[in-house]
């Protein structure tokens, strides 16, 4: 059964990074906020700095690693944007952490 973690991010912090441990692997999560188009998008890379995945937006109830699900670098389970109001409303600077939530769906 998959366990489900809770990926922290600090609110209206538009520029951001930390390591998180993902199924037992080290990465770099980044998250850059666009004020332009109001969106934030995800950086992902090994902990050794390999890119994984490069300016994914951030969409509600999308599976954000599905398209690199094929690399072995990549974490096995699934990450996704979930809105804990059910407004079904995309996060914002402010609400991306709060309201909406990435929570990371372990394999198995």
Do not use: C, H
């Amino acid at each position: 059964m998959a366990d489900i973690l809770t990926i922290p991010v600090a609110r209206a912090a538009p520029n951001q990074s930390q390591t998180t441990t993902l199924d037992g692997r080290a990465f770099r999560l980044t998250f850059k906020w666009n004020a332009r188009i109001g969106r934030w998008f995800l950086d992902l890379e090994t902990s050794g700095g390999t890119s994984i995945l490069a300016g994914k937006a951030v969409v509600l109830g999308a599976d954000l690693l599905r398209q690199v699900r094929w690399n072995p670098e990549a974490p096995p389970g699934a990450l996704i944007a979930v809105d804990f109001q059910g407004g079904g409303q995309e996060a914002g600077l402010e609400t991306l952490g709060e309201r909406v939530r990435l929570l990371y769906f372990t394999a198995g």
